[in-house]
């Protein structure tokens, strides 16, 4: 079974430092270094969020990597699926047994509970913006520091 890989997260905290940068452009060297990551990584992240135009680019001397949309109307979903290519869930590559009855049957009925499972993981990531997931980090800074 296949799962997440990191590029969501990678985006996501791409996508939070571009909206706490307020209009302004980072290099991929300043987001690598946040991540503690390789800058070609977060150029491939980068240039798959420019693909879905979440980020644009810029090159040259103060060029770098900036939101192309408000915050507020980025999601996290928006940022899974510009970098997740593939389903979370799939069936094992070589069909089971149709002499069986649980080969024959669980198949189709495995296939509803991951479409489902995909649609909840849909609409959760769907409900956090990038606003409001950059006022949950600016506030859980904020606590520490008051700590």
Known sequence: MAGLSSRSTVAIHALAMLAHRRGGS?????????????????????????????????????????LARDPRDVTLYDAYAAVEGERIFSRHPHPPSGACVIGRNIGELLDVEFQNAERAL?????RTTLAALLQQILASDNEAKDR
């Open 26 to 66: 980072l290099t991929s060297a300043e987001i690598a270094d946040s991540l503690e990551s390789n800058p070609v990584l977060v150029r491939r992240i980068l240039g798959r969020l420019r693909d879905a135009h979440l980020v644009r680019s810029a090159e040259g001397r103060g060029g770098g990597w900036s």
């Open 122 to 126: 849909e609409e959760q990531l769907g």
